[in-house]
């Protein structure tokens, strides 16, 4: 007897520490009925806070919500340098920087915002040679990594009450920056070192922790919603035939405006394809929805 179909759509969960995201993928396997889940934007397993996860036919989504920038909180140490650069990680250096002022702070966050570059730290799911850099940290070889351009929106930094040599960060970033890097920077701007803990994600894009859920209670949004920081294209239902067996189809036949890719939806709101330009003044679709 055929197995009923799965839910189709995304789920935004809060993840907890101590979990891969990975491992969040496998147990909403069981969750929700359906091997066909995937995420968008790796975590830590340390880290805490909002996971994109895509379920059924919206797996396919997922790639286009890698690109979209990502919003965190999180406390970094003044003092002590780690392995990791965050607190998974063995003490490598200590500094003496208990004469750090938050004024010395600020000043030096303002030198890491706007468009930086950055080097990825040798702990990352970077893949260099098609191999991952995490990988090769566990075996103990560190390689050169090129520095890359990321965009740092906001970094703001507070004190922690009755934590000295504390100091809280607010970071909205490009996608692909890594936020630890940013607090290991700090502290080597500051005179000494730093690292990284408690680094929560407090949104994706529009995707924030106050519509996030916990894995037991994780529920499917739409897979337009997927979507929903991207311009979408509504169609009539002679468009959407067109659109349904994969045609290319001119810009402006389209109705085709601001950035791609661009969703496209028939009358009632259903996600039926995501469009992206080709030559020609023209777009195919790259992901098509099956009905």
Not at 258 to 286: H, I, N, Q
Request: glycine fraction near 10%; hydrophobic fraction near 45%; proline fraction near 7%.
């Amino acid at each position: 007897m055929k197995q009923p179909a799965g839910p189709d759509g995304l789920a935004v969960i809060d993840k907890p520490a101590g979990w891969t995201s990975h491992d969040v993928v496998a147990k909403l396997r069981g969750v929700l009925g359906t091997r066909k889940v995937g995420h968008a934007g790796t975590l830590d397993p340390d880290a805490t806070g909002v996971l994109l996860v895509g379920v059924g036919k919206a797996t396919r989504l997922m790639r286009f919500m890698t690109a979209l920038p990502k919003s965190y909180v999180g406390e970094v140490v003044l003092g002590t340098e780690t392995s990791t650069l965050d607190a998974a990680g063995e003490v490598t250096a200590t500094h003496d920087m208990d004469g750090v002022t938050l004024e010395q702070a600020r000043a030096a966050a303002v030198q890491l915002t706007g468009d930086i570059m950055q080097v990825p730290p040798m702990v990352s799911a970077l893949k260099v040679g098609g191999v991952r850099l995490h990988e090769l940290a566990r075996q103990g070889i560190e390689i050169e990594r090129e520095a890359r351009p990321v965009t740092v929106h906001r970094f703001d930094v507070d004190e922690v009450p009755g934590e000295p040599g504390i100091l809280r960060i607010e970071v909205d970033c490009s996608s692909g920056t890594y936020v630890r890097t940013l607090a290991a920077d700090l502290g080597v701007l500051l005179g000494g070192g730093a690292h990284l803990r408690n680094l929560r994600r407090t949104a994706i894009g529009s995707f924030t922790l106050a519509e996030a859920t916990t894995i037991e209670g994780a529920t499917v949004m739409p897979p337009a919603a997927a979507l929903r920081d991207h311009t979408s294209i509504t169609v009539d239902a002679d468009t959407a035939a067109l659109v349904r067996n994969g045609r290319v189809l001119d810009l402006a036949a389209l109705g085709a405006t601001g950035r791609p890719p661009w969703p496209v939806l028939d009358e009632s709101g259903t996600l039926l394809a995501v469009y992206e330009p080709v030559p020609g003044e023209r777009a195919k679709p790259t992901v098509v929805i099956p009905a």
